[in-house]
């Protein structure tokens, strides 16, 4: 299923794609950057590197762990399905990235899929999600409009904060600390809040 755009509570979700299958849903972020991109599954940005320039990326695991959230409470009476996440580069990109979570190479999706194999839900409950997110499905022009205007909100609401040294998780301080490489923004609540900027 691709581009499903679903209500959780006053917000929308959107999701690139999800696969419902016997072994599990797997959600599917995909993302188009040229460039190193350099990360960890527990950073809050991760860095894209083009020549000398530097920009931020929100960590698409963390992106995709929102998904996640939202189709959870969405299938809640479908128990402990599991719920695999998956972020896709293509080809263009040069993946420095140390994660737990499968980040790989759109070339590589199907096998990445294709390596769980644990059979934990029925063809009848497979069919019965599949169904229930595509009633639920509001992906439309006028929705995804809306939609992308509520994250250019957040993101410069988290953009204000940042720039007045202000934690954008906690409401904290950020304050300069030294690590192993170089100097870094962190929130002074650490280690209860671990939100950096590098």
């Known amino acids: 299923m691709n581009n499903i755009m679903l209500h959780t509570g006053s917000r929308t979700t959107q999701i690139d794609h999800i696969v419902v299958s016997n072994y599990g849903i797997f959600v599917i972020e995909t993302k188009n950057y040229k460039g190193w991109i350099i990360g960890n599954e527990f950073d809050d940005y991760w860095t894209q590197i083009i020549f000398k320039r530097k920009e931020k990326l929100y960590n698409p695991i963390k992106q995709n762990f929102g998904h996640i959230q939202a189709l ?19 080809t263009k990109a040069d993946l420095k990235v140390t994660a737990n979570t499968d980040v790989v190479y759109t070339v590589n ?15 009848s409950v497979k069919e019965q999600i599949y169904n229930k997110l595509l009633s639920l499905n509001i992906d439309n022009k ?16 988290k953009y204000k904060k940042v720039s007045d040294n202000i934690c954008p998780e906690c409401g904290g301080k950020l304050v300069l600390r030294n690590g192993k490489y170089g100097q870094f923004k962190g929130c002074s609540n650490y280690p209860k809040c671990r939100f950096t900027l590098k």
């Open 72 to 90: 959870k409470s969405v299938l809640n009476e479908f128990g402990d399905v599991n719920y695999i996440s998956i972020v896709a580069f293509t």
């Open 109 to 123: 999706l199907l096998k990445t899929i294709r390596k769980y194999c644990n059979e934990i839900i029925s063809d």
């Open 142 to 157: 006028e929705n995804r409009k809306e939609h992308i205007h509520a994250i250019r909100n957040n993101l410069a609401e």
